[in-house]
Nanobody
Framework: VQLVESGGGWVQAGGSLRLSCVASGRIFAVDTMGWFRQVPGKERELVATITKTGSTVYADSLEGRFTISRDYTKNTVYLQMNSLKPEDTGVYYC????????????????WGKGTLVTVSS
């Protein structure tokens, strides 16, 4: 199973970006998908997650500025980021916690390589 993120880049404060992450491989079903971010010198932190039934969790610090969504037919998760602030700068990683494989087995805790988001003031 591979996760590939896209959509990062540079934006001025107050702007918007939309991140995408596609899960590919011998996937039968994907459970929770999510986004985490990391800045140098700090631990990776939760941004948002969405379960297979559509339940969402957001970091309290986001104040309603981000929206996570999912296309179940494409095993893709999105993160719409609005009203971006310089403190949102970081590498954003996609995560899948549990995958049922076409072989009948399963895999856990997959990560993408990350996409850099830079918000200038």
């Amino acid at each position: 199973v591979q996760l590939v993120e896209s959509g990062g880049g540079w934006v001025q404060a107050g702007g918007s970006l939309r991140l995408s992450c596609v899960a590919s491989g011998r996937i039968f079903a994907v459970d929770t998908m999510g986004w985490f971010r990391q800045v140098p010198g700090k631990e990776r932190e939760l941004v948002a997650t969405i379960t297979k039934t559509g339940s969402t969790v957001y970091a309290d610090s986001l104040e309603g500025r981000f929206t996570i969504s999912r296309d179940y037919t494409k095993n893709t998760v999105y993160l719409q980021m609005n009203s971006l602030k310089p403190e949102d700068t970081g590498v954003y990683y996609c995560n899948v916690d549990y995958v049922r494989l076409t072989s009948g087995g399963y895999g856990t805790d997959y990560w993408g390589k990350g996409t850099l988001v830079t918000v200038s003031s």
